[in-house]
């Protein structure tokens, strides 16, 4: 997912040493991040799953059945690897950011590094995500106990990814949006392997809709994380985090690195039509962002972050 940084009439950073950097090489080097995602799954489900036991976790006031731990683990475990997906796309999201906009002085050693961590943490990203759907898939095949395997197989498969498959409450809209964050994020994110191939401005152009998977995952949590369901300082914190990312994308519009890009109306013998088209979005987005930061810090200030109004008392629903 890394947008090599350029200045106007220079040209792309050079690959490592030894060639082109390959999926494969990313691959072998994002073990260590990877692992570290694992590890902060399972710290996340041991939370999730002591606050299940003990009552305390708003999950089980949403859906009060799940009190058995046990028998939910995979949900859970579900749950757990969609908080992880979620904090390392925020992660790259920052790194990508940091990359293509003015930063902080690098050296090339660093650069590199940065530009390998981003890969790295893009590609564990993505089995985070994966590994969340597949055990949101799992929990439904359990739950389908009163059918044939083939039919619960199938119908998980239909439920989970297939877009309008799920027909159950706000998941109605929540699931195909994670649905969408999901099959964005493959192509997207490995698209950065094959660039040579499509050309770096088509890549640069396609590599830029990274932020609307970050976007739409954000959104599915609201949608759907029953730990951010109702008003309170999880779902706040959850609104808190967005700042970095609009401070710097706002920061990464304003001073771009290319020349062509700048916020500046281009000069009259440059006004082409794509130019003043291209210009023109700019400021639109821009404009757009700074909106989305002023909304971010009302509601930061205020605590009003669109979350469910808390039952007074705790509901009895069955599955």
């Given at each position: ?13 050079p ?14 080097a ?28 708003d ?17 859970f ?110 192509p ?18 396609l ?105 007074a ?7």
């Amino acid at each position: 997912m890394t947008e090599q940084r350029e200045s106007p009439g220079e040209p792309e950073v050079p690959a490592p040493r030894g060639g082109r950097v390959t999926l494969r090489e990313d691959v072998r080097a994002a073990w260590l991040d990877a692992g570290l995602g694992v590890l902060v799954t399972a710290g996340v489900f041991a939370l999730l799953y002591a606050r299940i036991r003990s009552g305390a976790s708003d999950t089980v006031s949403v859906m009060p059945f799940m009190k058995d731990a046990g028998t939910f683990w995979m949900y859970f475990l579900s749950q757990a690897f969609g908080w992880s997906a979620l904090l390392w796309a925020w992660g790259t999201v920052i790194l990508g950011l940091l990359l293509s906009g003015p930063g902080v002085r690098r050296t090339p050693r660093s650069q590199r590094a940065l530009e390998r961590l981003h890969r790295t943490t893009s590609l564990s990203t993505i089995a985070l995500i994966t590994a969340h759907a597949l055990l949101f898939a799992a929990e439904l095949v359990r739950d389908k106990a009163e059918l044939g395997w083939a039919s619960r197989f199938w119908e998980a498969f239909w439920e989970t990814f297939v877009p309008g498959g799920y027909t159950s409450g706000t998941g109605q809209i929540a699931i195909p949006v994670g649905q969408a964050a999901l099959y964005l994020a493959v192509p997207l994110g490995l698209l950065f392997y094959v660039r040579h191939r499509i050309g770096p401005r088509t890549w640069r152009v396609l590599h830029r809709f990274v932020i609307a998977v970050y976007v739409l995952s954000v959104w599915h949590t609201l949608l759907y994380g029953t730990n951010v369901w109702y008003d309170g300082w999880p779902r706040t914190t959850l609104w808190l985090l967005q700042l970095p990312i609009a401070a710097l994308f706002l920061l990464r519009l304003a001073r771009p690195l290319r020349r062509t890009e700048q916020l500046t109306l281009p000069a009259p013998h440059r006004r082409g039509p794509r130019r003043l088209a291209g210009w023109s979005v700019r400021w639109g987005l821009t404009v757009a962002v700074a909106a989305t930061a002023a909304v971010l810090c009302a509601v930061v200030l205020t605590g009003h972050d669109g979350g469910r109004e808390r039952p007074a008392a705790e509901p009895t629903a069955t599955p």
